[in-house]
């Protein structure tokens, strides 16, 4: 038996480890790096084919079942097929990318493209040390399919290439553009005539005024704690500026233990203490803790800005949920009170072993147009990384919040890209320091003794791929 078949057979067995790091270690050129590059689909470069598509190559699509579905993703295959109506395009979906997937990276016969998203994702720290994924710079270079005189980068809103890039590669198309918040009911809080805070000694006299209204202030995933580092992170950043998410995504020393993160996370624990948060929560999920806030058992909760289509089937006529960002701790925060945290999302990604690479950047190119991203909006009710793509498009009441916000927000909005640097770090370290604190179980200074705790061991891990970001 060779070593091809040893591989497959005990992916397929599900003996591997699951990381992609583990995964894939010692595989990059194995399985498909054998592979003869004639059997990879080549077409001719022209003006009309800046990518050298072959025209009747089939494509692969693999998509993530999650809260975006996947008609949007047929839909943009279908405008693939309009250009191209010789290729086959295969279709699929699963809420198990990992699983689903890693047997077929180190077999060298993966899809040509993946939407790698999900508690189930492979590990994109490992699929770049690994140098598994296709360089999109190609696609960055070529022309918008529908805007004229542009490059597909010149319609990206800021931020979309650098989310997507590792030591100056751009490796990963996030597709979708989230704004991050503290989400409320802005029909409950007209009919209670309460107003959002702006400030955190505003926010904590507010907490008290709805807990007395028999309302609980918060609720958040407790199954997923880490939705409620967002907002403390948020917090430091713009008390202490965007340097604090610097140190935190370069893994500097006692980056967590800053006089920023400490002021947050002390002002954090003021809703853990006061019993300001809805009783159970801990043990809730995301859709659980989202349903119970569109309830009316909680007035807040922090999410991303896919909330509304995730929680549209429950959501009650009229609730008019609401984005706003955090509240400033106080005047001497060095980013004002509209900034927000804005980012790319939802990863896209080509497999550089894929056969048909130039079909899968053509088809991120459909996906980057003008119509393929104002059909993906009405159908998901969520924004995407293409600018303009708003324009002439109806969109629900929390979408428009988001909109304002992000525009109130402008030069001043914020983001950190630990998340995606090192995934085990915010999906298994910050998460249960999260889970710690926000359940009362730790204080502020050993939920961020937890963090920093987790972060130094990535850095020291030598298995791990470092990543620095620019200041």
């Known amino acids: 038996m060779n070593r091809r078949d040893i591989l497959r057979r005990s992916a397929a067995a599900g003996l591997l480890a699951t990381p992609a790091a583990g995964l894939l270690a010692g595989c990059a050129s194995g399985g498909g790096g054998d592979k003869d590059d004639a059997t990879a689909y080549k077409g001719t470069k022209s003006e009309q084919n800046p990518l050298g598509v072959k025209e009747d190559a089939p494509l692969e699509v693999v998509i993530f079942g999650g809260g975006f579905g996947e008609e949007y993703a047929k839909a943009h295959e279908a405008m693939y097929t309009e250009k191209y109506p010789k290729a086959k395009v295969k279709h699929s979906v699963t809420q198990e990318i990992s699983k689903t997937l890693q047997p077929r990276f180190v077999d060298g016969t993966p899809p040509d493209v993946v939407n790698n998203s999900g508690a189930g994702q492979i590990d994109f720290n490992g699929l770049v040390s690994q140098n598994a994924l296709a360089d999109l710079g190609e696609l960055l270079a070529a022309p918008s ?49 309460w107003e959002y805070a702006k400030t955190w000694d505003e926010h904590i006299a507010l907490c008290k005024q709805i807990k007395a209204a028999g309302i609980a202030p918060w609720t958040y995933a407790g199954l997923h704690p880490r939705y409620m580092s967002w907002p403390v992170i948020a917090t430091a950043i713009k008390l202490g500026g965007p340097s604090v998410a610097t140190a935190i995504d370069n893994l500097e020393p006692n980056a967590w233990k800053s006089d920023s993160m400490r002021a947050a996370a002390d002002a954090w624990y003021q809703i853990v203490k006061d019993k300001y948060i809805l009783e159970g929560s801990p043990g809730l999920d995301h859709k659980q803790s989202q349903t119970a806030w569109c309830q009316g058992k909680a007035a807040f909760i922090s999410c991303g800005s896919w909330l509304e289509s995730e929680q549209k089937d429950v959501t009650p006529a009229g609730f008019n949920m609401t984005i706003a960002p955090t509240p400033s701790l106080g005047s001497g925060d060095k980013l004002p009170f509209e900034a927000i945290r804005g980012t790319a999302g939802e990863p896209f990604m080509v497999p550089a072993k894929a056969r048909n690479v130039a079909g899968g950047l053509e088809y991120f190119r459909t996906m980057l147009s003008l119509k393929g991203a104002q059909d993906f909006t009405r159908k998901v009710s969520s924004l995407t990384v293409v ?85």
């Open 387 to 471: 600018a303009g793509a708003t324009e002439g498009v109806e969109l629900p009441y929390g979408l428009n919040t988001v909109v304002k916000a992000l525009d109130a927000s402008g030069a001043n909005g914020f983001n950190w890209v630990y998340n995606n640097y090192y995934r085990k770090l915010e999906r298994n370290l910050v998460d249960a320091a999260c889970g710690e604190f926000f359940s009362g179980r730790t204080s502020p200074a050993e939920f961020l003794e937890q963090c920093q705790k987790g972060a130094d061991s990535i850095a020291q891990d030598t298995s791990v791929k470092k990543y620095k970001r620019a200041a």
């Open 145 to 193: 399919l529908d805007v004229p005189g542009k490059t597909v980068k010149d319609t990206l809103l800021p931020g979309a290439v650098e989310v997507g890039s590792y030591d100056g590669k751009f490796l990963v198309l996030n597709y979708t553009y989230t704004a991050y918040g503290i989400w409320y009911s802005s029909k409950l809080f007209t009919e209670r005539k």
